[in-house]
């Protein structure tokens, strides 16, 4: 987009072409309508007026279609309209059929939005025709999702199937996005069939895609439509977990239509499920979000139009004021100076003066240490020996691979996969050396000094679901999937960050033992009087000997390579038995070998009041 105004007037001049004109103002307004549609709309105008009178017949016709593109995506359907028949004559006239075709969709698309599907339909016809005479497949992919759409929303589901498949069969994966488009809009239609199992085999494809591609909103999408599917099947519980956990993505990527859709649908799952209490809630936190939307969307359409009033009358005013400004810069810059020579001299007086007291209080201090560090010399030498050991063997590994990755992205013939791959596993090795790092500060401070808890009734679920963000593009990267069903009232007495610090090491490793396209899943359940937290993954394991010692900080056994060749010390697991156990607490793993781990955290319950 151009940096400002001037920049965007000195593009246009040396524009030498009406369509060179016509490219600069488009690609301005493309632009800036993702966050106004408004100021779109007038890059498309001054677009449209830029071209209108010269001797170029099909850049008029482009203009025009494209002014009424933006008319309808400001909802202003009477000008739109207009326009794009405009563009339909323009088109006939110079005979082009790509753009005749373009106006065609876009009169489809208006005549569809105002829920006119008998004219959406003749226009999707015309397109159609249109298209398949140039032998267009671009455009007949256009004009086949553009059916599938139409038809959806006739609630014709079996021929909405038929154009969509033929789409998908068409693109033949070209296109991501439309691929992505098409796994969902077909999984819906099989959803409304209640053909489930279908829907789930389009909606999983539509996942791993979002997967492999690292696109988080339809990864939430994906997720949010499988909660849909289950609850079809009735298998509320499952339909629970990815409904929450197609939240939890949406709020991280701040898709408020998507929060707002899973919260309805979660209303209808506790309805179902006879939790009527539980659905009121989810309802009314649909219908708190839907007026916190529309009311954002108001005060965003007021806001551009105050913004625009206000530009033109602060140019004004910017231009009566210039000449006095210009008079008084000159008064201005000496005052400036002489002001900042003062303070200058004056931060040098004040720092020399600051730095003579601190030297005398750091030697005061000095003499008082030495008598306290002769003392602690020898837990010292103890402390530091073990903390040495484990740098020399473990910081070592991560540290080298660091090295060899950054040599070899120095590389200028990687290819994209090289180049994935080195990234990739470098962030697991700069993660690795900065979780050895918090690990060994922890334990040396707690060996030291011993760390001071404050224990006080802490919400699982918040604890949860703050280490998870910090893991999940971590998760994302390795294609792993993090569940929660971890109730909002279940409550532990512990330390806030000794918690965190523990979950943090727990999710780490669980991470770092999945194989890629695993689950992992984060539950509570009571266990006779104690609360217990479970952290459930379906990775690689342990045998009986690794569980005898993994607690042991000299285990010489341990598993410390992951699945993605991650490097580990075994530092974080006894650090984690040694704090959970000073709040009272219990930690045991259960672990098969080649069928995943479970860690069960115990704590003490809360009464709440």
Known sequence: MAENKDSLNDLLKKAKTPRETLKILRKEATIVSTTSVQKGLMYARQAYQAVKNSNDKETIAEATDFLGQNFLDADNYDSAFYYLNQAVIKSEQCSDKKELGSAYINLEGGYQEINNYAKAEEYNSKAFATYKSIRSNKGILKCLIGLGELKMALKQYDSCLKYDLEALALNNDSSVYLTGLLYNNIGTAYERLNNYTKSLEYQNKLYHLAIKTGDSLNIAAALESK???????????????????????????????????????????????????????????????????????????VAEMEEQYQSNEKQAKIDLQG???????????????????????????????????????????????????????????????????????????????????????????????????????????????????DNLLVWSTNQLNGIPLHLRPINLKEVVDESISLYQNIALQKKLIILTKVGEDVFANADLHVLLFVLRNLLDNAIKFSNPGNEIIISTERQDHDIALIIRDYGIGMNEEQLLNLFTINNKIRRNTGTAKEQGSGLGLSLCYELIKKMDGDIRVESKQGEGTSIFVTFPPVAIV
């Open 323 to 437: 000449a006095q400004i210009r008079t008084s810069r000159q008064n201005f810059y000496f005052i400036s100076v002489c002001l900042l020579f003062i303070v200058i001299v004056a931060l040098i007086l004040f720092t020399i003066q600051q730095r003579v007291r601190f030297l005398n209080r750091q030697l005061t201090q000095q003499k008082k240490e030495v008598t306290i560090e002769k003392e602690k010399s020898e837990q010292l030498n103890i402390v530091k020996d073990k903390i040495f050991s484990i740098i020399s063997h473990d910081l070592r590994s991560p540290l080298n691979n660091i090295n060899a990755s950054l040599s070899l992205l120095r590389k200028k013939d990687l290819t994209r996969d090289e180049f994935d791959t080195l990234t990739g596993g470098l962030g697991y090795s700069v993660q690795a050396t900065s979780n050895l790092l």
């Open 227 to 301: 909660g849909g599917i289950y609850i079809g099947l009735k298998q509320f519980d499952t339909a629970e977990t990815y409904l929450k956990s197609a939240i939890l993505i949406a709020k991280k990527v701040k898709m408020d239509a998507l929060v707002q859709s899973a919260y309805s649908d979660i209303g209808l799952l506790y309805d179902k499920w006879g939790k009527p209490k539980l659905a009121l809630e989810w309802v009314r936190r649909y219908y708190n979000l839907k007026d916190s939307i529309f009311t954002k969307d108001n005060a965003a359409h």
